[in-house]
């Protein structure tokens, strides 16, 4: 694995949150690692769950509907929408927590964001920045473990990177 680390930013005063991570890959096969999802089924989930898709429409007004599956096999839903795409470069979105058909969960928060892709010297940069609606909602975020979850989860793509599967 490389030394790469995934960095995590909370800034409660603009209320957001900014993960960063340098992957030592080619920006399509980053790129891909997050638009397709077959591939996002295999890393998005921080182990022991697994995302798992039921829908997927990777277009400006599309969205990605999947489920975190547990060891028990217990799901949890999101859904992301997708709010404009500039291929290879960023994905304006809207990310929530929802049931299983889509609609929003409203007892927990809603992020507003921006992915962006950048080639480096030696692969990819991929920042990733959530705003939301209250100092709360970042609170709520970090107390169900988003830091440790995302950290893994891009620790994954890295190993799915390496081996080359992408």
């Known amino acids: 694995m490389s030394n790469n680390k995934t960095q995590v930013v909370k800034d409660l ?5 900014l993960v960063s991570r340098e ?3 080619p920006l399509e096969n980053v790129w891909r690692a997050y638009t397709e999802k077959e591939l996002l089924d295999q890393w998005w989930g921080p182990q022991p769950w697994r995302a ?3 829908t997927m429409n990777f277009s400006p007004g599309g969205y990605w509907l999947y489920a975190m599956v547990g060891p028990e096999g217990e799901k949890h839903w999101a859904r992301m929408n997708y709010i404009n795409i500039d291929p290879q470069k960023s994905i304006q979105l809207e990310d929530l927590f929802s049931d ?7 007892d927990l ?7 962006t892709f950048t080639k480096t010297a030696n692969g990819t940069k991929v920042e990733f920045k959530m705003t939301y609606a209250k100092e709360e909602d970042v609170q ?3 107390e ?3 830091e440790q979850g995302i950290t893994i989860c891009f620790d994954q793509l890295e190993t799915l990177l390496e081996k080359q599967l992408v």
């Open 13 to 17: 005063k603009e209320k957001s949150i």
């Open 23 to 25: 992957f030592n890959a």
């Open 140 to 142: 709520k975020m970090i």
């Open 109 to 115: 928060p809603v992020s507003k964001g921006s992915m």
């Open 100 to 106: 299983e058909n889509g609609k929003t969960n409203s």
């Open 52 to 54: 798992e898709t039921k």
């Open 144 to 146: 169900m473990g988003f």
